[in-house]
């Protein structure tokens, strides 16, 4: 059974307004248990909407969304309980801290949830050792870290709430190139470790193609494609088309065969791509070792 | 929840009234206003009827936005006929129960003051959804303009005013989004004791206000990079005009002024 699965739905926004604007239309889609998922799409394309339907912070215009096979909306005053299993990480998260130490923020969503104070004391620490924060920031004031060390607070504090699903909403905007490696690498870490469903809204298609397992496109309010990333990157033309980036590597390995030179393969890491170079000289017999 | 503010909103179209130059539209206003609260009988009011439901019908906008603005002012409306009710003691009693007592002018004037506050709600409305918000300040600026002779600050006014102005959806959007990313870590906001929900406004209020400080400083900054230093022989993108539809409309709002004199005089 999968453990999100939408069934035709379509979201409206300012229904019955000169603004009306329909943001999702008629999706259906299935995410398995324990898979890491890159969420894809144009600026306006309705991603942002769409992943705010998993934990039930918009109301579907019609459709269904289906949390283990049951449906959220079914019953209005359980979705809070939604919301614990669901964490979502909204855009420039640091924006939402608000307490006066980093260890009584991180501690907002579990104390939310009714935990003990000894589980909660856990929690937190747990995850600010995930995310590499050290214990003694724990006492200082959000408002005094750096950019990137809020960041990581505010993605604590809902990892913290240990959800079944974490979605993360463009979790490396405005990050420079090593903090973005950090956070992503801290995220793949925790998917790794606990075994939830990960959900990671992107742009950088480098990113999404190194850690992806699978990849859900988005395109004009629709639902292009949700696919392994390598039957993704396969209809790169048709990414490309969209106006989205396919990774650099990608679109080397087009040119190359455009050139003549066939791998009959799909690259879109650069390891992979390697190993493909080496294999084809050492055919070649230029190299003998590697 | 919060979409449902209309108060101050702009909806953008092409009719007549969403042409007239702003300048006009506000005196037009003014004079509407006095008109409501001058027409003291039947006749005045079917008159201050008849001009806001032709300028509704001329604007276009859905009837349903003008239901929209009275809906938050309902309580107050209820309250002002209930006093009227009980307080004025004119004319033939009809009702009386201990100290009550109700009469017949304190119906009629209810019922008036009922019938003037909602045109007026409905009519100055009107003034907002047909103009965007910086051609009502640039037009309250020219307006304003010979109190500057007298030192008056009109332009930082009126500047403030239009940031003031502009930053409302902004910061509409940003609470929205505070309170969905709170939302999304549990936070309870529309539900518990009064206590429990003035306590669970803090986690939106702080970072709502950590942000507008951030955001106050930005446009600083950034209004000093373009040299930004008050009004002095700044000009203009956009030119107010006014043309022959503009003084038509103001002939045709005195010449209901007028007649809600003359009904006055007859009456």
Known sequence: MSILKTENLTYTYSQGTPFEKTAVKNVNLEIEEGELVGVMGHTGSGKSTLIQHFNGLLKPTSGRILLEGKDIWENKTEIRNVRFKVGLVFQYPEYQLFEETVFKDIAFGPKNMGLDKDEIERRVRETAENLGLPQECLERSPFELSGGQKRRVAIAGVMAMEPKILILDEPTAGLDPHGRDVILGQIKQYHKKTGNTVLIVSHSMEDIAKYADKILVMNKSELFCYDTTVNVFSRSKEIEAMGLDVPQITRVFNALEQRGLNFGKQVYTVEYAKELIMKKLRERGKVTRC | ?267
């Open chain 2, 1 to 267: 929840m919060l979409k449902d503010i209309t108060i101050g909103q702009f909806f953008p179209g092409e009719s007549l009234l969403h042409r007239l130059d702003p300048r006009f539209k506000i005196i037009i206003t003014c004079i509407f206003v006095v008109m409501l609260f001058i027409g003291d009988s039947v006749w005045g009011l079917v008159i201050g009827s008849v001009f806001t439901f032709g300028a509704i019908a001329l604007s276009k906008i859905p009837n349903r936005l003008f239901v929209k603005s009275i809906k938050p002012i309902f309580p107050f409306l209820i309250f002002t006929a209930v006093l009227n009710l009980v307080f004025i003691s004119d004319g033939d009693v009809l009702f009386k129960w201990r100290f009550i007592k109700v009469t017949e002018g304190g119906i009629e004037t209810s019922v008036y003051m009922l019938v003037r506050i909602v045109l007026l709600i409905a009519g100055s409305s009107l003034l907002t959804y047909t103009t965007s918000p910086i051609a009502l300040t640039d037009a309250l600026e020219q307006l304003m303009s010979p109190l500057k002779k007298l030192k008056f600050p009109v332009h930082e006014l009126s500047m403030m005013m239009t940031i003031a102005l502009r930053f409302i959806p902004t910061l509409i959007e940003e609470t929205d989004k505070i309170m969905s990313a709170q939302k999304a870590r549990g936070a309870e906001i529309d539900s518990g004791s009064l206590r429990a929900r003035v306590k669970n406004l803090i986690p939106i209020l702080i970072p709502l206000f950590v942000s507008s400080f951030r955001r106050a400083e930005e446009l600083a900054t950034a209004m000093e990079c373009r040299c930004y230093n008050g009004g002095d022989g700044r000009t203009r993108l956009r030119q107010l005009k006014s043309g022959g539809r503009d003084f038509a409309a103001l002939a045709v709002t005195c010449a209901f002024m007028g007649a809600i004199i003359a009904v006055n005089l007859m009456l």
